[in-house]
């Protein structure tokens, strides 16, 4: 259910000046997607980024996720192994009907974002008792 109703746009790595205005590479933030009867979660890993600089958006049933992020230098200090990416992120994903969009909440930690989409009323699983007699 969640795969129809929040797909991931697929994309590769792309040059960040055709979406954000300035030169170099974008890279995807890694996610896991999970699903409730009342909701979807999404959870980007973005070490390193704190909530201030991510950039949440919503437009013609899309979601877009992006921001900056530099890298972990302290005063002094030389980059010799860089492996966590650094520079702009962005990740798309299509909401489906049964995401209210005007539900959807955003929290960052350690080096998380979830988010939490919460599906329309219509959207969510009821039982319907049988009447006898």
Not at 15 to 40: H, N, S, Y
Not at 97 to 110: F, L, N, W
């Amino acid at each position: 259910m969640a795969e129809k109703e929040l797909q991931a746009k697929a994309k590769t790595e792309a040059p960040a000046k055709a979406e954000r205005g300035r030169p170099g590479r974008v890279f995807l933030p890694a996610v896991d997607i999970f699903e409730t009867p009342e909701a979807i979660t999404v959870l980007a890993d973005m070490p390193g980024v704190s909530g201030d600089k991510i950039t949440i958006d919503i437009k013609d049933n899309h979601l877009l996720i992006s921001g900056e992020v530099g890298p972990p230098l302290g005063p002094g200090e030389t980059m010799l192994v860089q492996e966590y990416y650094t520079g702009d992120f962005q990740r798309e994903f299509h909401l489906g009907a049964v995401i209210d969009q005007g539900r959807i909440e955003a929290t960052a930690k350690d080096g998380v974002l979830r988010l939490k989409l919460d599906k329309v009323e219509k959207a969510k699983p009821r039982k319907i008792e049988v009447k006898t007699g």
